[in-house]
């Protein structure tokens, strides 16, 4: 199983510029999670979705868009970005059981110039 | 919404010596994750804790859960270089989980 994947894993744009990024998990996980990770900040919550159709905001949404059209596929969209959201961004995905594990991807680092 | 402190930022400590993180919550935890993270790179799951007075260990690193679930704490004993990285702790509320602002590491050699 490979877990959850995270695509693309590098990727410089200009401010302004717009991009997805994809997260796709192979274990029928119901949770799936986007966060940020800034220096000396820890991993910040984006958004998360608790099922396929279903998204809600984390504790940085502004500036974000997601989409879960697909149980195993979550997307993070930056529809003009910004210099600030020059981060790493980690995925994460959950069965959705109380108490269950947290399956992390490898992250995504953008740099937003 | 619950908060998670960690304490301190960040430790430089030399190789061979012991160490604690403490990690502590604004409310009541109900699962408490601990991760570990290597620059660059993505979490390694360490342990979960779930009940007040719960303690694990795996290799040389212990983790607690106080009575009260309002505090955890991490202890490495005779740390390595293996050791370094960033220490990050979790809690799980209302399907969410949340991080605290992690502890950076340096075990010197």
Redesign the interface.
Known sequence: NAGVTQTPKFRVLKTGQSMTLLCAQDMNHE?M?W?RQDP??????IH?S?GEGTTAK??VPDGYNVSRLKKQNFLLGLESAAPSQTSVY?C?S?P?L??S??T????T?LTVV | SQELEQSPQSLIVQEGKNLTINCTSSKTLYGLYWYKQKYGEGLIFLMMLQKGGEEKSHEKITAKLDEKKQQSSLHITASQPSHAGIYLCGAASLGKLIFGQGTTLQVKP
């Open positions: 949770y999670y966060y000396g900040m820890g991993l910040r919550l998360y608790v984390g504790e980690f994460a959950n959705g109380l108490l594990g947290y992390f991807g490898s992250g680092r």
